[in-house]
DNA sequence: CGAGCCGTTCCGTTGAGTGGACCGCATGGC
DNA sequence: GCCATGCGGTCCACTCAACGGAACGGCTCG
């Protein structure tokens, strides 16, 4: 069995694509530029190899040499992240949805789309007097321990729960579900009501209520959440906003197809 | 010399990572899922190889295969794209200026960055009364033609007006400047004020406010604006309250280095 | 002033990549 | 019913793109 790797790539791999692969995910989110030396430490692929891998990657902006010598992520990959049709589509079609929960709350709203085990951030509103939440648009978080999460795996196949057992409930906060028979409890009663409830389960003071995005078959294609601080916030107050907009939304999406 | 492709890159690669470039580029704004035949007639890559390439690019996620044998960007070109530096930086620094700036007018907000004779849209906030725009965050557009475009370029190398006036002042709207002589008129009167106007150069009925976000060297490296109908919104007026974001944004972005 | 690290270049070797040919399968016009 | 067409997918012998050890020049330390 392969080794579980944050990108969940396969490695040590042996082909030109797979090095420059390598190389592009060897950037993490602080790093603003590596030197080709990092890149060599961090890949493990020669230097001739990463020398030759970067000057072609930077004719394509893909990747930027700066003055000094390193290599940051390019202008260019930027451009065609954004025209991925999963975040697109969605970020186009919830615009208008999200915009109205932040005007009406001004709260923090997130908008995320599963993708494995895992949720990938696709919008997120900040709102001022908000907790810090370490989410970021494009960035990943478990299922089991985020608003957004739970509300997509209770309305997704029982195949993705299976999965996310599997990988392991890990605990990101004191009151985090790691119990399996607690979890698939806790997606029932989400599945009845449509609506997720999170207190203090991702960080510390932080709570949310979400609610999933379905598509035809009744299955989670995204979800949305509002996040605020646990005690100037009443997530229940809330749920019936938040469930508004995913079902707009979610007759949004259906409209367009 | 080379042909002069929308992407910029070397044509008719005999390298891997060439053609595995080609092919993810071959996708555009429309498309939401491409087949392996249409990849192999937009690409000229032979069949055999676009499908080996598609199948790597797949196990890494950066493309995803859909039922039907098609192709779509995968969501971890998503994801590495949100990663760029770039784009990362500057929307997070002006996050909380494009809040204000939306905040206050309500109208359209667009926070862009130079790249070549370009911009490219960074951030966006739609108005909900505002004209619709083609603008796309991870889009581009001429820079002659725009308000943050015409920022940017009044506060730039000289070498880059070289530039812009070599590829071609061309028309987008009955008034875009394409006289290189009116366009450096403008350029020194933008300069002057700090403030660049936009009516009716990129589309008929908008017009826009911009301001330039500046480096230690008082280059910009992008340019923020606020957008409105012709006749239904006045630029002066809001020239103050972008012109004092643009000037807040370079103070935070001073700091942060 | 030399040890160490850096980015860069060179070049002989080799196996990863190539692409023409082929398969099985829908589709659809005759 | 049947052949023509276009599709995704597979095979495999040839070949040249890619590899990486080695060497170079520049830089910063101690």
């Known amino acids: 069995?392969?080794?579980?790797?944050?990108?969940?790539?396969?490695?040590?791999?042996?082909?030109?694509?797979?090095r420059a692969l390598t190389v592009l995910t060897a950037f993490e989110l602080g790093d603003d530029e590596l030197s080709l030396a990092e890149l060599v430490r961090r890949t493990g692929v020669a230097k001739a190899t990463i020398h030759r891998l970067v000057t072609e990657l930077a004719q394509w902006r893909v990747v930027e040499r700066t003055p000094g010598g390193g290599v940051r992520l390019g202008i260019r990959?930027?451009?065609?992240?954004?025209?991925?049709?999963?975040?697109?589509?969605?970020?186009?079609?919830?615009?208008?949805?999200?915009?109205?929960?932040?005007?009406?709350?001004?709260?923090?709203?997130?908008?995320?789309?599963?993708?494995?085990?895992?949720?990938?951030?696709?919008?997120?509103?900040?709102?001022?007097?908000?907790?810090p939440v370490p989410s970021r648009v494009g960035g990943r978080m478990p299922m089991h321990c985020t608003g957004v999460g739970k509300a997509i795996l209770a309305f997704a196949l029982p195949q993705l729960l299976d999965d996310v057992l599997r990988a392991g409930l890990t605990r990101r906060a004191p009151r985090t579900i790691i119990a399996p028979g607690l979890?698939?409890?806790?997606?029932?009663?989400?599945?009845?009501?449509?609506?997720a409830y999170e207190r203090e389960e991702s960080g510390i003071g932080v709570t949310c209520?979400?609610?999933?995005?379905?598509?035809?078959?009744?299955?989670?294609?995204?979800?949305?959440?509002?996040t605020g601080w646990?005690?100037?916030?009443?997530?229940?107050?809330?749920?019936?906003?938040?469930?508004?907009?995913?079902?707009?939304?979610?007759?949004?999406?259906?409209?367009?197809?």
Chains 1, 2 share one sequence.
Do not use: C, W
């Open 1 to 18: 069995m392969r080794s579980t790797q944050r990108n969940g790539s396969p490695d040590a791999p042996n082909s030109v694509l797979g």
């Open 230 to 257: 646990v005690n100037r916030f009443d997530p229940e107050r809330m749920a019936p906003a938040v469930r508004t907009a995913a079902l707009g939304l979610t007759r949004a999406l259906a409209t367009t197809l």
């Open 77 to 131: 990959l930027f451009e065609l992240g954004q025209l991925v049709p999963r975040q697109l589509g969605l970020r186009e079609a919830a615009a208008p949805f999200l915009a109205d929960l932040f005007e009406a709350t001004h709260e923090t709203i997130h908008l995320a789309t599963p993708d494995g085990t895992e949720v990938v951030y696709v919008q997120k509103l900040e709102g001022r007097a908000g907790p």
């Open 209 to 226: 209520v979400a609610a999933p995005v379905l598509d035809g078959d009744g299955h989670a294609v995204a979800a949305l959440s509002i």
């Open 183 to 195: 979890l698939s409890a806790e997606l029932e009663r989400i599945h009845e009501r449509g609506v």
